[in-house]
């Protein structure tokens, strides 16, 4: 996948990327949102395996500002018409700039038009209310909220959200 927008750039990840990867996933500021506030301790070689399982169906990204990796992303079909996605921006001094909103709307996109889902879903913390805005802005809808329905890495229950938006609802801010 290549997706490119001004100066901003979705590319599948490759086998180069696992080291860069690894830093991130093992880094707690970064994947605290995600339950692992040690990170997840997983190494460059592991996530390089991964890498080489990707398929058009479920794919790990890597997001490019300025041909400078930024931040990830992934999708991975749920069923013939459904996919569930992600996103990290994981360079902190590039979250507030609105380049979530516009890569989520290009990867969005292009899942609608290219792969020709009919659905994308995706979940977050409670907490994290700046992805929340972002994604019913975008035109998700929250199908649930799930109270106290996993532990973090350190045994504190955590709360989430389960969004999905229909091709109906997309709002595309990559135009």
């Not at 992303?73 to 996103?87: A, H, L």
């Not at 994604?135 to 973090?152: D, I, P, T």
């Not at 350190?154 to 109906?168: A, T």
């Given at each position: 996948m290549l997706l490119?927008f001004?100066?901003?750039?979705?590319?599948?990840?490759?086998?180069k990327?696992?080291?860069?990867?690894?830093?991130w996933?093992n880094?707690?500021?970064?994947?605290?949102?995600a339950g692992?506030?040690?990170?997840t301790?997983e190494m460059a070689?592991?996530?390089?395996?991964?890498?080489?399982?990707?398929?058009?169906?479920?794919?790990?990204l890597?997001?490019?500002?300025d041909?400078?990796?930024?931040?990830?992303?992934?999708?991975g079909?749920?069923?013939e018409?459904?996919?569930?996605?992600?996103?990290?921006?994981c360079d902190?001094?590039?979250?507030?700039k609105g380049?979530g909103k516009?890569?989520?709307s290009?990867?969005?996109f292009?899942l609608?038009?290219?792969?020709?889902y009919?659905?994308?879903i995706l979940d977050?913390?409670?907490?994290?209310?700046r992805?929340?805005?972002?994604?019913?802005e975008?035109?998700?809808?929250?199908v649930?909220?799930r109270?106290?329905?996993?532990?973090n890495?350190?045994?504190?229950l955590?709360?989430?959200i389960?969004?999905?938006?229909?091709?109906?609802?997309f709002?595309?801010?990559?135009?």
């Amino acid at each position: 996948m290549l997706l490119q927008f001004k100066n901003l750039t979705i590319r599948s990840a490759t086998v180069k990327d696992a080291d860069l990867l690894s830093l991130w996933w093992n880094d707690g500021k970064i994947m605290a949102h995600a339950g692992f506030p040690n990170g997840t301790g997983e190494m460059a070689d592991e996530i390089a395996e991964k890498i080489k399982r990707n398929t058009d169906e479920d794919k790990h990204l890597i997001i490019e500002l300025d041909k400078r990796p930024i931040g990830e992303m992934s999708y991975g079909r749920e069923n013939e018409s459904t996919v569930g996605i992600g996103i990290k921006i994981c360079d902190f001094s590039e979250h507030n700039k609105g380049y979530g909103k516009i890569l989520l709307s290009m990867l969005i996109f292009s899942l609608f038009e290219d792969r020709g889902y009919k659905k994308v879903i995706l979940d977050t913390n409670v907490n994290n209310k700046r992805a929340q805005h972002v994604y019913e802005e975008l035109g998700f809808r929250k199908v649930q909220v799930r109270e106290n329905s996993w532990r973090n890495q350190l045994g504190e229950l955590q709360s989430s959200i389960d969004y999905e938006m229909n091709r109906e609802d997309f709002v595309n801010f990559a135009k």
